[in-house]
């Protein structure tokens, strides 16, 4: 098991997913009997349902992200889209708190008294409710405003070449202050404690501010930044240039058909590889940063015993590269890279990896 001693697992920590969701479901299999997903805030869990699965495990060793799952989960069910956008707070709403009147019976008790608890947040919109999602509103009030202009981070939206983007990110964008202030903010100390978790980073090396500055200037000099809704929120705090896959107009009605098939678990997954059977994909997200090499190996080589054939396991390093396959013969990578090389809106991911059982 994942040791997660010192970790406070009492606040929601992620609001929203931060992984791809879109190359996520490039390489799920379509109608898969079951999948093992990784919960966090939920939303790829979502995305997973429009591959019509008959059922999908959301695992999360947090109660309280699962109570954020739940909410998630009851209000998509009871809710139109417009009327979901509302609530969750992808769009501007007075009366948040009157829409989750109508569902919170709906809710677990367990879940209707957090969140009862938490009215602050049902106002403001519960995808900005998470210390990860607080981490970015500090970056839009602390570094940005230092660095730049209004007027510069919103040409950074901007449609160019891609020799007028690597222009614009060496003339306009790099400059000294941002590069200081951008060093200091995703420096380990300061990202363990206001972002993700000392705890969390225990495995990283040294210097994860530089490499968080590498992975931001390669996404920026790319002109597909300019689309990438994950980059806008970090920047803007709002979602308006596209949303999350699960709440897209277009696959709404098929996920709010599908929410039968999410099975919600308190457990961290890798509790359940040797429990649940008959698993098609695992979406794995980057739980094997949290794990020692022993543990890794120890992971690996049991999903290698009890995962079967062809099964598929999806998963992101950030700052510590773990692969399941240099672990087990049995297991083989299919992608080192993004499929068909799309940019990975999740970009400061230094790696999307895809396995199969073979």
């Not at 009862?116 to 839009?140: M, P, Q, S, V």
């Not at 003339?171 to 100390?189: C, D, T, Y």
């Not at 992975?215 to 240039?241: C, D, M, R, V």
């Not at 390093?317 to 993004?338: G, M, Y």
Request: charged share 20%; with cysteine; net charge positive.
């Amino acid at each position: 098991m994942t040791e997660l001693k010192g970790v406070n697992l009492e606040i929601i920590r992620y609001a929203n997913c931060w992984e791809d969701a879109d190359i996520l479901l490039s390489v799920c299999p379509d109608n898969p009997k079951k999948i093992l997903s990784v919960g966090s805030g939920g939303d790829n869990s979502f995305a997973l349902l429009s591959k019509n699965p008959q059922q999908i495990i959301v695992a999360d060793i947090s109660q309280v992200q699962l109570y954020l799952i739940e909410i998630k989960k009851v209000a998509i069910a009871n809710l139109e889209h417009t009327d979901y956008l509302k609530f969750a707070g992808f769009t501007a709403d007075n009366n948040r708190n009157k829409i989750y009147q109508l569902f919170r019976n709906q809710l677990s008790t367990d879940a209707a008294n957090y969140w009862d608890k938490h009215n602050t947040a049902i106002n403001n919109g519960i995808i900005h409710c998470g210390k990860f999602e607080n981490y970015f509103r500090l970056f839009r009030q602390l570094v940005l405003p230092l660095s730049h202009r209004k007027s510069t981070q919103e040409q950074l939206f901007a449609t160019r070449t891609p020799q007028q983007q690597q222009d614009f990110y060496h003339k306009h964008w790099e400059n000294p202050v941002w590069k200081a202030l951008s060093g200091i903010f995703f420096s380990r100390f300061v990202q363990g404690r206001l972002g993700r978790s000392p705890r969390f980073l225990k495995y990283a090396g040294k210097n994860i501010g530089q490499m968080l500055q590498h992975n931001i200037k390669q996404h920026l000099e790319n002109p597909a930044s300019a689309q990438n809704y994950f980059l806008h929120y970090i920047i803007t705090g709002s979602f308006t240039i596209g949303l999350p896959f699960y709440a897209r107009a277009e696959n709404y009605e098929l996920i709010k058909q599908n929410l039968h098939c999410l099975q919600l678990v308190n457990q961290p997954a890798e509790n359940l590889i040797s429990i649940e059977k008959d698993i098609d994909f695992y979406n794995l997200s980057n739980i094997f940063e949290y794990m020692d090499k022993t543990t890794f190996a120890n992971f690996a080589h049991t999903l290698a015993q009890t995962a079967h054939t062809n099964a598929v396991f999806a998963y992101w390093n950030l700052f510590v590269n773990r692969e399941l396959n240099t672990e087990s013969k049995q297991i083989i990578s299919t992608h080192h890279t993004i499929p068909n090389n799309t940019p990975d809106k999740g970009f400061f991911y230094s790696r999307f990896l895809v396995d199969k059982k073979c």
